[in-house]
Nanobody, 116 residues
């Protein structure tokens, strides 16, 4: 059974940092491209960062220069380092495989709340 477990969120002030983690189990994590998504209240879920099995990365324009995605295939874990947090980064953050046709059931996500 595939599981995706996100952690590391919290309440931070604008300008602060967080490191999110996502541990995957039940499938061959190392061969999949992985992505971090976020969903703000009243908005659709959006992809903000992606990392290929070999480590190449892509970012949404809104987070370039502030977010860094990385992975540890030995630990079946993908990370998201978030710096210079802004109130508009407030959302529930999720990880999942990419592309969307390969995605698994979503985990519970981890809440990031940024106060101004």
């Amino acid at each position: 059974q595939v599981q995706l477990v996100e952690s590391g969120g919290g309440l931070v002030q604008a300008g602060g940092s967080l490191r999110l983690s996502c541990v995957a189990s039940g499938y061959r994590f190392s061969i999949n491209r992985m992505g971090w998504h976020r969903q703000a209240p009243g908005k659709q879920r959006e992809l903000v960062a992606a990392i290929a099995s070999g480590g190449s990365t892509n970012y949404a324009d809104s987070v370039k220069g502030r977010f860094t995605i990385s992975r540890d295939n030995a630990k079946n874990t993908v990370y998201l380092q978030i710096n210079s947090l802004k109130p508009e980064d407030t959302a529930v953050y999720y990880c999942n495989a990419l592309p969307s046709r390969l995605q698994y059931s979503w985990g519970q996500g981890t809440q990031v709340t940024v106060s101004s």
